[in-house]
């Protein structure tokens, strides 16, 4: 994995501004995603993650006039994800700015889809979402969700982690639904779970509410930790979450 544990502002982007909201539900307005993406890049933010929550939802493609305005002023490599359906839709968004991509429900529908963007663009390109919520009628105990969590399969997480992994996936974007925007920190045992199956970086997401819930998310195995709302809010700098996770003996970069 990296050497280096990475702290990564999320923007979670619905008609061309940042919302959030709790358990991703009742979404409120946070700002302007390229003015925020900026704002987070100049506080050392090592990457910038852009989903574009109502996409999916909406069947529609990510909106590319807002990536590209956000590529032109950040100099961090930006990921993106929303929407994404096609190998087309990677060139395209390749086009605008993005360094990776993220998939969550179309790779669902269509595994394939995996293994396309894998081959044409390098695995490095590819970060698979998973949007997780805990479920007792699965091996694991965590299933995954598709439309912005709103639609439950019958999938067990860590087994559809492993299955993208062999199918190209380049890296892991855990989003936990039960922890999202509750600010009572990251679901750790998923983390470690997710650890255990993965040969790819790990990213932790959902949960973060405090300096101290940083930390305690690598040392369960996570090579990066995403965060919203407590970007969002100027309730944490990406300095003080960097400070109190090197303070943990984590290198950062």
């Given at each position: 994995m990296t050497l280096t544990s990475r702290v990564i502002p999320c923007l979670d982007v619905a008609a061309g501004r940042v919302v959030k909201g709790v358990n991703f539900e009742n979404l409120r307005d946070m700002g302007d995603p390229v003015e925020l993406a900026a704002h987070y890049a100049a506080q050392g933010a090592d990457e910038i993650t852009f989903l574009d929550v109502t996409a999916?939802?909406?069947?529609?493609?990510?909106?590319?006039?807002?990536?590209?305005?956000?590529?032109?002023?950040?100099?961090?490599?930006?990921?993106?994800?929303?929407g994404v359906r096609s190998v087309e839709d990677v060139a395209r968004l390749q086009g605008v700015g993005a360094d990776k991509v993220g998939v969550n429900s179309a790779a669902i529908a269509r595994p394939e889809l995996i293994g396309e963007i894998a081959d044409r663009f390098g695995a490095q390109v590819l970060v698979l979402s998973l949007d997780v919520k805990r479920a007792p009628t699965t091996a694991s105990g965590f299933v995954v969700t598709t439309h912005g969590g709103r639609t439950q399969t019958s999938l067990d997480a860590l087994e559809w982690a492993r299955e993208a992994i062999e199918r190209g996936a380049g890296e892991l974007l855990v989003n936990s639904i039960d922890a999202d925007g509750t600010h009572d920190g990251f679901d750790l045992e998923l983390v470690r779970l997710m650890r255990e199956v993965s040969s790819v970086p790990v990213i932790a997401s959902g949960g973060a509410g405090a300096v101290t819930d940083f930390a305690p998310a690598i040392q369960a195995g996570a090579d990066a930790v995403l965060a919203a709302s407590v970007f969002h809010s100027g309730a944490l700098t990406v300095g003080e979450v960097k400070d109190a996770m090197s303070a943990e003996g984590i290198l950062v970069r």
């Open positions: 999916t939802v909406d069947a529609r493609a990510t909106t590319y006039e807002v990536v590209q305005r956000t590529a032109e002023h950040v100099f961090v490599p930006l990921t993106v994800g929303g």
